[in-house]
């Protein structure tokens, strides 16, 4: 892992800062913590631990369940969404909302950043993937810091059937998203010009997340982009690796607030 002393947050905040600037806001998994400080993981454990939920097993990896029926599968969309709308970080986002990125990609369904947008009277636009969200998104206006566009690209809690929760409705959802204009086209547009990528608790050891780096065109042969990742834990070398290699990420040891405070600051 390279030290901080490595990472230039001046540049990064002078070129995030740039009127002209095309950076895209990742928001990974390891953001979501319900308003008790728990996160995702714990609290899927938790609610699969009780054997009146009828889930099967649940694995942490892919943040996916396997369950023991129809009605089990039903319940525990209840409770994923119960906590999903209930997750994320005030004080990060509004630090967030602070440096206005055109385009922000929330690799989870919640509606976290989207909630303190609101609360601080930001314009934007939501949006989100499923396989059959395409005829309702087709006119999504083009991402711009005057009005941002964020984008729930694994589903939302608003909509039931865009919920991914177990291997086969992943599957499903992987088929429909990895073809070239499977996004809205200003989205794909944006995509294509974008010149540099933020990445806030993302996973890279799981591997439905390293295709969703590939779908959004981190590493781009015909220009060098500015790619940086800030998590709550420290990734293991094989993984930085996979990143640098296939996505030219650079790593910093700072977690997203500390990440965030600093750009802020520059």
């Given at each position: 892992m390279p030290d901080n002393i490595t990472i230039d947050y001046k540049e990064i905040a002078e070129y995030i800062q740039n009127k002209e600037s095309k950076c895209v806001l990742i928001l990974g998994p390891d953001l979501s913590v319900n308003q008790d400080g728990v996160s995702y993981?714990?609290?899927f454990r938790e609610?699969?631990?009780?054997?009146?939920?009828?889930?099967?097993?649940?694995?942490?990896?892919?943040?996916?369940?396997?369950f023991n029926d129809d009605g089990a599968w039903k319940n525990t969309r209840r409770l994923v969404k119960e906590f999903y709308k209930n997750s994320g970080?005030?004080?990060?986002?509004?630090?967030?909302?602070?440096?206005?990125?055109?385009?922000?990609?929330?690799?989870?369904?919640?509606?976290?950043?989207?909630?303190?947008?609101?609360?601080?009277?930001?314009?934007?636009?939501?949006?989100?993937?499923s396989k059959d969200s395409g005829p309702k998104f087709k006119n999504l206006q083009y991402p711009s810091k005057e009005n941002p566009v964020i984008f729930n690209i694994f589903g939302s809690v608003d909509t039931d059937t865009?919920?991914?929760?177990?291997?086969?409705?992943?599957?499903?959802?992987i088929q429909y998203l990895l073809p070239d204009n499977s996004l809205p086209e200003s989205i794909e547009t944006f995509l294509k010009q974008a010149s540099g990528f933020l990445l806030l608790g993302m996973k890279f050891e799981s591997w439905q997340y390293q295709l969703i780096?590939?779908?959004?065109?981190?590493?781009?042969i015909n220009s060098h982009k500015i790619?940086?990742?800030?998590?709550?834990?420290?990734?293991?070398?094989?993984?930085?690796?996979?990143?640098?290699?296939n996505f030219e990420i650079d790593f910093t040891n700072d977690n997203p607030m500390q990440a965030f405070g600093r750009l802020i600051n520059e």
């Open positions: 993981k714990s609290y609610i699969t631990s009780d054997k009146n939920n009828g889930i099967f097993t649940y694995f942490e990896n892919e943040n996916l369940f396997a970080d005030p004080g990060l986002f509004e630090m967030i909302a602070r440096i206005r990125f055109p385009l922000i990609i929330n690799v989870c369904p919640d509606r976290a950043l989207n909630k303190t947008f609101e609360a601080m009277g930001i314009k934007f636009t939501s949006a989100y993937f865009s919920l991914i929760l177990d291997h086969d409705k992943l599957y499903e959802t780096c590939h779908k959004l065109k981190l590493k781009d790619n940086l990742s800030a998590s709550y834990s420290t990734d293991t070398d094989t993984v930085s690796v996979i990143a640098r290699k």
